[in-house]
């Protein structure tokens, strides 16, 4: 009896110490009197995630409450107390000026038992630095060039097959087209490959691409939990990629390795890039630093990364500036002045060059990438406290603390755009832009960890683009969903299911 009474009174002790330590981790803002909402157990300020909420919406929703409330307030990343930084002087300071503080993101990776989680993306500290490194020299201007006849051949395909719609129906489902087009880009560009999703829109290719950008083991409570516990989960051997998508493309890989390594075939392609990183690595960075040599895991993971940070991007990209054209034919009207002029100026050949001068259109591009932010925000981790200036006492980022810069809200600030929710390409006419501060603005990121793909995602979208408007119109139809509906899946912001569908007229 006296056993039973003990133990009982142990567990009891047990069970109350550790929901005293759980009610201090989740008061941790509430102590140090920061704005903050109350988090969810086990999704923090996600909560939402499980019942249909997008993530995008859920970051919007506390920036909404709280971005006057300081330069930073409180905000939970899954289990974790972070700051969510709103000041765009705090912001370019972590981004850029004191980056070497902020250099990690903080995603969780087990390269040993997940070999397509070990992207560069993922990565930190030294391994980040000696990738990033390695991988660079593929995303010049000059490489760029060499790979821009093959995307402009895709992007011929891309007009045949909306001709070959509008034999039916002038009614076009756009953003699958879209999505096609960029995966044979990817395929093509970065792992060797016909794909050919345009001609076949159920390609093993692109199936298991898309699954590979919504589907994770576990669902958002396996990627809380290895968010949340990321050494915990390498120790259990836990994997991010489901089984299905690394088998194919690990596979798929492999096998191109091996083909064009026994066959000596040189493509120009970021395929050819990897292995000779993996055969004759560079030695040496930029700055003399001494660089290892990239494994076939390491090489398969940055082709993937490819795909995962190109094909969707794009994709959705690509159709929302199609869906604001149509909406706005005025403006498509002077884009397509604009790339007429262009053209003639080139005697109607369409080159790497010429994207240089279609400033207008670019100016659509970041209007659209405003408005549809493809990625909701930029994630950092603190490597050491960092008291934030002009106000120390009373916000400190502490060492290992998550940081979540909101780009999308900042986007959609009246205080930075007058009337954030109208598409207005003037928002970024030089004068505009001239007066404005750059971190109010960044599709592809800011700093030393921005987008390494930059030049490839714009060349990617400008090459489709100027593609379809030189031989279409594109308008809303009664099917145009307006205002525009988004997909509740994934991180990366999508059209829903009902997709973009336009009416299309051959000029």
């Known amino acids: 009896m006296l056993f039973i009474t003990l133990f009982i009174a142990a567990f009891a002790i047990l069970v109350g110490y550790v929901v005293t330590k759980i009610r201090e981790h989740y008061n941790y803002w509430k102590r140090r009197n920061v704005a903050h909402d109350p988090p969810h157990w086990m999704l923090g300020n ?68 997940d070999p397509l989680s070990g992207q560069l993306f993922n990565l930190d500290g030294p391994k980040w630095k000696n990738m990033r490194a390695q991988l660079s020299p593929a995303f010049t201007s000059g490489k760029m060039k060499l790979i821009f006849p093959l995307m402009e051949k895709l992007g011929q395909e891309v007009v045949r097959v ?199 259109l670019e100016q659509v591009m970041n209007e659209t990438l405003r408005i549809h932010s493809i990625a909701p925000f930029l994630n950092r981790v603190a490597l050491e406290d960092f008291p934030v200036p002009n106000h120390p006492a009373e916000f400190i980022i502490k060492k290992g603390m998550p940081v979540i810069i909101p780009t999308a809200a900042l986007q959609r600030d009246e205080r930075y755009f007058s009337q954030p929710d109208v598409f207005n390409p003037e928002n970024f006419s030089p004068a505009n832009m001239a007066e404005r501060d750059s971190v109010l603005h960044m599709p592809f990121g800011d700093g030393p960890r921005n987008c390494i793909g930059l030049r490839f995602g714009k060349m990617q979208i400008i090459v489709g683009l100027v593609l379809l408007l030189r031989n279409f119109k594109f308008s809303v139809c009664s099917e145009t969903p307006v205002p525009m509906v988004y997909s509740k899946e994934g991180i990366i912001l999508c059209p829903g299911k009902q997709g973009i569908p336009l009416k299309v007229e051959k000029i």
């Not at 995008?56 to 307030?73: H, I, L, R, S, W």
């Not at 002087?89 to 972590?94: H, P, R, S």
């Not at 120790?235 to 083909?259: A, C, Q, S």
Request: glycine share 6%.
């Open 162 to 360: 909306f001709e070959e719609n509008l034999t039916n129906t002038d009614i076009i489902e756009v953003a699958d087209i879209m999505a096609r087009f960029t995966s044979d880009v990817i395929g093509s560009c970065a792992f060797g490959i016909e794909t050919n999703s345009l001609k076949n829109p159920k390609s093993e290719f692109r199936t298991m691409g898309r699954r590979a950008m919504v589907e994770y083991r576990g669902g958002v409570l396996g990627v809380a939990f290895r968010l949340n516990f990321p050494q915990l989960a390498r120790r259990w051997h836990l994997k991010e990629t489901i089984p299905e998508v690394e088998k194919y493309f690990m596979g798929l890989i492999r096998d191109t390795v091996n083909y064009r390594e026994e066959n000596n075939i040189r493509c120009n392609d970021f395929m050819d890039m990897l292995i000779a990183l993996k055969n004759n690595p560079l030695t040496k960075s930029e700055n003399g630093e001494e660089l290892t040599k990239l494994s076939f895991g390491e090489i398969a993971a940055q082709a993937f990364l490819f795909l995962l940070a190109g094909y969707e991007t794009s994709a959705s990209s690509l159709a929302f500036i199609l869906y604001e054209l149509a909406c706005h034919e005025d403006f498509q009207e002077k884009v397509r002045k604009e790339i007429s002029e262009v053209l003639d100026k080139h005697k109607q050949q369409f080159s790497y060059e010429c994207m240089k001068e279609m400033t207008y």
């Open 46 to 113: 996600f909560k939402g995630l499980t019942e249909n909420r997008s993530i995008a919406e859920c970051v919007q929703t506390v920036y909404d409450k709280y971005k006057n409330t300081g330069p930073c307030f409180g905000f939970y990343w899954f289990t974790k107390p972070s700051a969510m930084v709103v000041d765009p002087q705090l912001i370019k300071q972590i981004l850029i000026k004191d980056f070497a503080k902020f250099s990690d993101r903080g995603m969780f990776h087990n390269p040993e038992d």
